[in-house]
T-cell receptor, first 113, second 113 residues
Framework: AQSVTQPDIHITVSEGASLELRCNYSYGATPYLFWYVQSPGQGLQLLLKYFSGDTLVQGIKGFEAEFKRSQSSFNLRKPSVHWSDAAEYFCAVGAAGYSTLTFGKGTMLLVSP | KAGVTQTPRYLIKTRGQQVTLSCSPISGHRSVSWYQQTPGQGLQFLFEYFSETQRNKGNFPGRFSGRQFSNSRSEMNVSTLELGDSALYLC????????????FGEGSRLTVL
């Protein structure tokens, strides 16, 4: 069975500082990996995805993530955080031809002035 | 192109009642998935429909059901509501059933009293 672990429930980052959100997955084959963001009272917005190819993927809003098969990780990064980035971030994994995504519990990002 | 539209956005029910939630996918998308989001369990897959057929179902009791219409719109129904059914119900659509990313709606917030 596939699973996703986001070790950090909350992270506080100063505005302008860099950000890395951790995601570890468990899946037997090559996974499809996603990062979604959710603002309060909103649905999920896709930040970026990895299906195959280049292991460093670029997303919207200046985010990027790197797929590391040897570490079963797909960490999300941003070089300079803005106050508007404060939200909850979810990592998700699916199989090729997936019908369902398995989500992590989420990491709440707080941005301090 | 309009996004995924879910109605109603908020509703309050009492134990024992039933509820129907509606989802209109992005135009041209034929696959619709439903997820339940709660603080304790996080995001959990309910079911996926493609071309009016249920393609997959999560581990939820039979009180949770759904259907998809010929125009790809989907409804989910929860009968005999329990307090634990209070959650944000998210609908997501994608073009096909085997590939592509999920686009989520803003959700229907159900409170059971």
């Amino acid at each position: 069975a596939q699973s996703v672990t986001q070790p950090d429930i909350h992270i506080t980052v100063s505005e302008g500082a860099s950000l890395e959100l951790r995601c570890n997955y468990s899946y037997g084959a090559t996974p499809y990996l996603f990062w979604y963001v959710q603002s309060p009272g909103q649905g999920l917005q896709l930040l970026l995805k990895y299906f195959s190819g280049d292991t460093l993927v670029q997303g919207i809003k200046g985010f990027e993530a790197e797929f590391k098969r040897s570490q079963s990780s797909f960490n999300l990064r941003k070089p300079s955080v803005h106050w508007s980035d404060a939200a909850e971030y979810f990592c998700a994994v699916g199989a090729a031809g997936y019908s369902t995504l398995t989500f992590g519990k989420g990491t709440m990002l707080l941005v301090s002035p | 192109k309009a996004g995924v539209t879910q109605t109603p956005r908020y509703l309050i029910k009492t134990r024992g009642q039933q509820v129907t939630l509606s989802c209109s996918p992005i135009s041209g998308h034929r696959s619709v998935s439903w997820y339940q989001q709660t603080p304790g369990q996080g995001l959990q897959f309910l079911f996926e429909y493609f071309s009016e057929t249920q393609r997959n179902k999560g581990n939820f009791p039979g009180r949770f059901s759904g259907r998809q219409f010929s125009n790809s719109r989907s409804e989910m129904n929860v009968s005999t509501l329990e307090l634990g059914d209070s959650a944000l119900y998210l609908c997501a659509s994608r073009e096909t059933a085997n590939t592509g990313e999920l686009f989520f709606g803003e959700g229907s917030r159900l409170t059971v009293l």
